[in-house]
């Protein structure tokens, strides 16, 4: 058989899983969209940062070509004798540009020096240099070349290939040494955070210049596979923005490495709060969905106790207090007090038809006693008119007709005792008529039993059992009535002086009167089951008898039901 | 019946995928250093009516910044265009830019502005990377050697020859020289060092002999040329070769504001004949008004025609043919020759 989950696991389970995926989502595109905001506008920052740099060398890569322009346009109008011009020429441009190492000017056909400023001396065998050749290939050009000055880290060769306008002149190449370290000097400083650099640098991945050499490698290992554009890099232990561009007018590039540490811690802790936040908020969801759920199936709970009552037959299960939940439960458990009201009322009903039912069996037990008394008295009377003896016979119908008239009542099941009394009185004198003065009787009636009721004719059966089986042969019987009362009940006794019974027989008596099953006739019984119907278990009768010596009848019936008049 | 409910999804689903999917068209994407250079502008028009058919094409113009240009080059390198065209600012840039799109195989056409012969010849590197190169970067231009050239024939019909010069008007101080100054384009550029350098041997060769009285840098701009003309020796010149049409009109303007309250009709009679390249429409208009002698035609649509013809080939495969007769091969450096724009040839 399936298993079903528990209302709580129901309320609990689904919603906190939707929750979870709604926090979740949540809290993911906030990180994404934070982050993404974030890194869009550092990186717009340090891309304006890199952009920044990139313009500061390329301006100053402009003023290098000016410097070259200027010597170009000078040696195009000179004549080649006149070298001292050029090196006052030079020397007045070193002054003005402390950066420039030395400036040197070579014949562009077979390397011969032609001039140079005072201070530098000329280099040969200077064909195979990277300077010269680069400034023969594209004679339109300024050609950036690593420098090897000596006692300067970091120097470049600005090489130009010069044209001469003048009679006899000759083409020329023009070699000028820069200081790079001095360049940096008086180029305004950009922050790039701990660990921050730039690295300038030839087409074949040669340094012209890097502003910190440690773990040159590694960073040259990035800036080979971004080639150009940005990305961002891990080098030595520090986030860095990585932006690669060329400079303008050489074919040389820089890598300009930012620290972006703030940012990526920016974006943890972020991360890092917006989880608790995150965390936070399903626990207080648990939290309140199981306090939600506890007040929901809390008061079910209760009625289901309740109801389970009910199914163990424990009828007066009853809500009413304790159970306050929501306004359905509340419906609900009132529909089950309703409901145990009406099982109440039911029951009520059926007890009331029940005893209904009893009265009118009771009705049917007293009809029973009749007929043959009747036939047999009327016999009698009839007897004894015919052998004239009218008195008797008047006495006797006088005696018959109060017995009758009390039998009936008007329809009434309770009498007065005193009825009872008068009518077990003229059943009496009816039957010592009828049998000839074989007994004579006596009755007694103890004061203080006014007001008392019976239900009637519950003597007479026991006295019809008294003359019918008391009475011995040949002897006068003794027939003796007594009513009386204690504080609880009331006694009726009829006692005679007959054979009585043995033990056996009277316990026999006993048992068939008590017992459930129906067998009309004896009329003990007819008066037990009477008593029993009225008066309920409190009532009985007690049957004493002594062989030999008599018997004594005692309808025992509480007080209580005695005082009570039918009907009210 | 239970495929029903799926059936009407699933064809909408595979719809959708199909008009996704459409039929992918390449993608061309072309730089062009300025916007305001007019044949340069006019060029990416001309590129643009060739290509827009057959591929997804687009221009994006860098405003003479090679920093710009480069990170949208980068950017369209990165975001999958399948071919690039690019007129450089900067034409130093372009090992860089060739290493980059090496690493993503999108290959590249130079316009206008020429690599290094050391860009497409790379030493230090490996043989992979020079074949790739070598199957996947070309450039075409105009052919300035015979742009200079067609610059000095302009100005020897409006001579008349070297003989006629001498003894004529044109001669203003009658030295017998040509008193010659330069408009050049732009400091570097292979285009305007060449035009210069054959507009004057050209002259030479015609049997002239010059003088160059002045040469300033008008980067290839009208204004940029105007203002450049306040240092020129005006009554000296005999002869003003511009490197572009742009320049030459900067000149026209500087020399009718100048000329304001003069008498003679045109330009050319009051000061000296001018002779421009490109013909573009303003400069044909020049041309027409007698404002300048003549122009060299730049032919952008010679040169798009075989632009196209190259990313036919890079991109579909196809031959790329023989090369026409007014183009001039030189490895993978194309140069396309023009004709002249004047009354006077």
């Known amino acids: ?568 | 019946m239970k495929a029903n409910k799926w059936f009407l999804p699933w064809i909408l689903l595979s719809l959708c995928l199909f008009a996704c999917q459409g039929s992918p068209r390449l993608r061309v994407t072309m730089f062009v250093y300025d916007s305001n250079d007019t044949f340069m502008a006019s060029f990416a028009e001309e590129m643009e009516g060739i290509l827009d058919g057959d591929f997804d094409f687009s221009v994006s113009f860098a405003e003479r910044e090679q920093a710009a240009q480069t990170l949208a080059a980068i950017s369209a390198i990165e975001g999958g265009t399948d071919a690039l065209i690019i007129n450089l600012v900067d034409r130093l840039s372009a090992g860089a830019i060739i290493e980059k799109a090496y690493r993503e195989d999108v290959p590249i056409v130079f316009a206008n502005r020429k690599p290094l012969s050391s860009d497409f010849n790379p030493k230090a590197v490996d043989a992979d990377y020079s074949r790739w190169i070598d199957e996947n970067c070309f450039y075409v231009g105009s052919y300035p050697l015979y742009e200079g050239r067609a610059q000095a024939e302009i100005a020897n019909a409006f001579f008349g020859g070297p003989g006629k010069f001498a003894k004529g008007e044109f001669d203003r101080n009658g030295d017998g020289l040509v008193q010659v100054a330069v408009m050049k384009g732009e400091q570097g550029h292979q285009d305007a060092e060449e035009r210069t350098s054959a507009c004057l041997s050209g002259l030479e060769e015609l049997g002239y002999s010059i003088d160059v009285v002045k040469t300033a840098y008008g980067n290839w701009e009208r204004q940029s040329a105007f203002n450049e003309m306040t240092s020129f020796p005006i009554d000296d010149i005999e002869l003003l070769f511009s490197n572009n049409d742009d320049m030459a009109l900067g000149v026209v303007d500087y020399l009718k504001v100048d000329s304001a309250g003069k008498e003679e009709e045109s330009i050319t009679e009051a000061y000296f004949p001018i002779v421009g390249v490109d013909a573009t429409a303003q400069g044909r208009e020049a041309v027409d008004q007698g404002d300048i002698i003549g122009t060299v035609v730049n032919d952008a649509h010679g040169q798009c025609e075989w632009i196209s013809k190259i990313i036919s080939h890079l991109l579909k495969g196809e031959e790329l043919g023989k090369v026409p007769e007014f183009v001039s091969e030189e490895g993978n450096y194309y140069y396309v020759e023009g004709g002249i724009y004047s009354s006077l040839v």
């Open chain 1, 1 to 568: 058989m399936r298993k079903y989950p528990k209302l709580r696991t129901l309320l609990i389970v689904p919603t906190s899983f939707l929750f979870l995926l709604m926090v979740g989502g949540l809290a993911l595109s906030a990180f994404f969209i934070y982050s993404s905001n974030v890194r869009n506008s550092s990186y717009t920052q340090m891309e304006a940062t890199s952009e920044q740099v990139l313009r500061n060398y390329e301006t100053y890569f402009d003023s290098a070509v000016q410097v070259s322009d200027g010597i170009y346009s000078k040696y195009a109008t000179l004549s080649p004798l006149d070298s001292g011009e050029l090196t006052d020429y030079f020397d007045t441009l070193i002054e003005l540009k402390p950066e420039i190492l030395s400036i040197s000017v070579y014949n562009a056909s077979n390397g011969e020096p032609i001039a140079r400023d005072s201070n530098s001396y000329f280099i040969y065998d200077i064909m195979d240099s990277d300077w010269f050749l680069g400034a023969l290939e594209d004679p339109y050009i300024n050609v950036f070349t690593r420098g090897f000055s000596d006692g300067v880290p970091y120097s470049f060769i600005l090489s130009r290939y010069l044209v001469s306008d003048v009679e006899g002149g000759i083409d020329a190449v023009a070699k000028i040494d820069f200081d790079f370290s001095q360049i940096v000097e008086t180029i305004s400083p950009v922050s790039l955070g701990e660990g921050g650099r730039f690295i300038i640098y030839d087409r074949d991945y040669r340094t012209i210049y890097a502003s910190n050499e440690s773990s040159l490698d590694e960073a040259y290992s990035y800036i080979h596979r971004l080639v150009l554009g940005s990305t961002t890099v891990n080098l030595e232990g520090h986030s860095f923005y990585l932006y690669c561009m060329t400079i303008s007018n050489t074919t040389w590039r820089v890598a300009i490495f930012i620290n972006v540490d703030s940012l990526t811690t920016a974006i943890s802790t972020f991360a890092w709060s917006i989880s608790l936040v995150a965390l936070a908020a399903i626990i207080i969801y648990l939290v309140f969905a199981s306090l939600l759920a506890s007040r929901i199936t809390k008061p079910i709970l209760l009625l289901q106790r309740e109801m389970s009552r009910v199914e163990g037959l424990e009828y007066e299960a009853y809500l009413s207090t304790g159970i306050s939940g929501s306004r359905e439960v509340n419906e609900l458990s009132r529909s089950f007090e309703n409901m145990m009201k009406r099982i109440r009322q039911l029951m009520d009903d059926v007890v009331k038809e029940k005893e209904e039912q009893k009265r009118s069996e009771l009705k049917a037990l007293q009809n029973q006693i009749n007929p043959h008394f009747l036939y047999n008295t009327l016999d009698s009377i009839i007897a004894l008119i015919d052998r004239g003896e009218g008195e008797k016979a008047e006495k006797m119908v006088v005696a018959l007709s109060r017995f009758f008239r009390i039998s009936i009542s008007r329809g009434h099941n309770i009498i007065p005792l005193g009825d009872e009394i008068e009518h077990a009185r003229n059943y009496l004198l009816i039957q010592k008529m009828r049998f000839g003065d074989a007994f004579d009787f006596k009755i007694e009636k103890a004061e203080g039993l006014d007001g008392l009721y019976v239900v009637k004719l519950v003597l007479q059966p026991v006295i019809e059992n008294s003359i019918n089986h008391g009475m011995r042969e040949g002897e006068v019987g003794h027939i003796s009535i007594r009513a009386e009362k204690d504080e609880k009940y009331l006694y009726l006794s009829i006692e005679d002086n007959g054979y009585g019974m043995l033990p056996a027989k009277l316990a026999e008596l006993d048992a068939s009167m008590r017992s459930k099953e129906t067998y009309q006739g004896v009329g003990l019984k007819n008066v037990y089951e009477r008593l029993r119907v009225y008066y309920g278990n409190e009532s009985d009768v007690k049957i004493e008898s002594t062989p030999d010596v008599g018997t004594k009848v005692t309808l025992i019936i509480p007080l209580k039901g005695a005082r009570e008049n039918e009907g009210e």
